[in-house]
């Protein structure tokens, strides 16, 4: 978190929505000038973020997780396009770190998030984990990427596509998504993983990022494979047990 918040030191404040932190990050960020507070009750990404948006005071708005960094030459954007605004909302582009390369092609990048808006106007929206402030009004691009200290290590990445393959599958049920036919099955848990491979790591150039693209390609698929089944055995539970939907557990324990 230091090397984020060392990054937007020239901003007018910094508010962190803490979910239940034991580390030293309520003194780190007090060391920052930032305005800390603690939400314990964690209903998912775009509520926390929802509270700390809510508790910004400035007439802009530009939302940080706490492993990207704003780079000098993005600040100076930042601070130029606040000086005139033409619009009340601007995408900002993305780079994600990946076992320490950059990733720049397979459709990893430039990936656009909305970050910089004026207060009151966007809102976050979109099925968890993925969740991202949305503005219906026209929109800039900023040209500065953010930086994104996303995967340094394998065991990371595995562990948040497990959890996020998780929270997947109740938007997927409700999409009615749940292979619950031979071919659907087929489709999804086999062919659709094999497909997103092909179409990231040949069609977008994903092997031009090295060994690091086919890596990150490979068990992107994987992910793809585990939240079509992580569906179908939640189905088959509720099934089992003579529900109408699966329990609630299934849709947070990262084992089912």
């Known amino acids: 978190m230091p090397r984020t918040l060392d990054s937007v030191r020239w901003v007018d404040e910094i508010v962190i929505v803490d979910s239940g932190s034991t580390d030293r990050t309520p003194e780190i960020a007090r060391s920052y000038g930032a305005k800390h507070s603690f939400n314990r009750d964690?209903?998912?990404?775009?509520?926390?973020k929802t509270l700390a948006i809510d508790a910004c005071t400035s007439?802009?708005?530009?939302?940080?997780?706490?492993?990207?960094?704003?780079?000098a030459e993005l600040a100076n954007e930042i601070r130029q396009v606040?000086?005139?605004?033409?619009?009340?909302?601007?995408?900002?582009?993305?780079?994600?770190l990946f076992l320490g390369r950059w990733?720049?092609?397979?459709?990893?990048?430039?990936?656009?998030k909305l970050r910089l808006f004026k207060r009151g106007t966007a809102r976050m929206a979109g099925a968890e984990p993925h969740g991202t402030p949305e503005y219906a009004g026209p929109k800039g691009t900023l040209k500065n990427d953010l930086l994104h200290y996303a995967y340094p290590k394998l065991e990371l990445y595995l562990e948040h596509m497990n959890r996020y393959s998780s929270h997947s599958t109740r938007e997927l049920f409700a999409k009615g998504k749940t292979s619950s036919s031979l071919?659907?099955?087929?489709?999804?848990?086999?062919?659709?993983?094999?497909?997103?491979f092909l179409k990231n790591y040949i069609f977008r150039l994903g092997f031009l990022d090295g060994l690091e693209g086919f890596v990150l390609h490979f068990n992107h698929s994987v992910y793809i494979h585990w939240k079509y089944v992580k569906v179908w055995t939640a189905c088959k539970q509720m099934r089992a047990a003579g529900g109408s939907q699966p329990h609630a557990d299934a849709w947070k324990n990262p084992e089912n």
């Open 42 to 48: 964690f209903q998912g990404f775009n509520p926390q």
């Open 103 to 112: 990733i720049r092609h397979g459709g990893f990048y430039p990936d656009h």
């Open 183 to 196: 071919g659907a099955f087929f489709w999804n848990v086999i062919l659709n993983p094999i497909a997103t």
């Open 82 to 96: 606040l000086e005139n605004p033409r619009y009340d909302a601007y995408w900002q582009p993305r780079v994600n």
């Open 59 to 71: 007439d802009w708005i530009y939302l940080l997780d706490a492993d990207e960094v704003v780079t």
